[in-house]
């Protein structure tokens, strides 16, 4: 499935790749601040024009929480509504943060995430491994662009300065994979931590084996 020998580079995604996320901690503390039940506000809640604004960095943040304190009946302050909005992220994938701590010594490693700056404020607190893992994050914000649209991956190819098929690229979200494949990169859609682990094992074994090749035995008489 994937051509190793001519990569030279890996890009993650962090929420629900690098970073466990769940959205449930996040309504169920916007509920205290509103007439809406967790589920109700979970039904309500979806990834309209401005939260895709707010990821892109063309609205400010002030701007986006008044579009959720009215969409979801919240009486909630803006440092309230970030409070619960941080409540995303419990901490890293430690499985997956080891494996790229083993790797990115032998291959530049990259992080690509659509988000915002509350969110990137608060992961870099709450997961302090991040900033070590990468040689760069790309985040939605301050990027311009966000994933899918195919001028986001351009943009980070362009910065990585490397060619698509030379990418492996990890994510949770099948249009952003499908987005990828498109620019010819080689992607793995994430539905667990070991999607990642068992092909960054692979590469590794591939590396291992070009350079340390096993010699044949000279025959025995």
Known sequence: MFDFKIIRALLFDLGGVVIEIGFD?????????????????????????????????????????????????????????????????????DSVVKQIKDIKNKIPCYAFTNTNRAHQNAWEICCPSISLLFKRVFSSWKLGFRKPDPAAF???????????????FFDDTEENITAAESLGLQAQ??????????????LE???????????????TS
């Open 25 to 93: 901690r996040v309504f169920d503390s916007w509920s205290k601040h509103s007439s809406l039940n967790p589920e109700q506000i979970r039904d309500l809640f979806y990834f309209d024009e401005p939260y895709q604004q707010h990821e892109r960095g063309e609205i400010e943040p002030e701007i986006y929480y008044e579009h959720i304190r009215s969409s979801l009946n919240l009486t909630a302050t803006n440092k309230q509504i970030e409070l619960g909005w941080n409540k995303i992220f419990s901490g890293e994938i």
């Open 154 to 168: 351009r943009a980070v190819l362009d910065s990585m300065q490397v060619n698509g098929n030379e990418v492996i």
């Open 189 to 202: 859609l994430v539905k667990s931590s070991c999607d990642i682990t068992n092909i960054l094992s692979r």
């Open 205 to 219: 074994e591939y590396w291992d084996y070009k350079e340390y090749p096993t010699v044949p035995r000279a025959p």
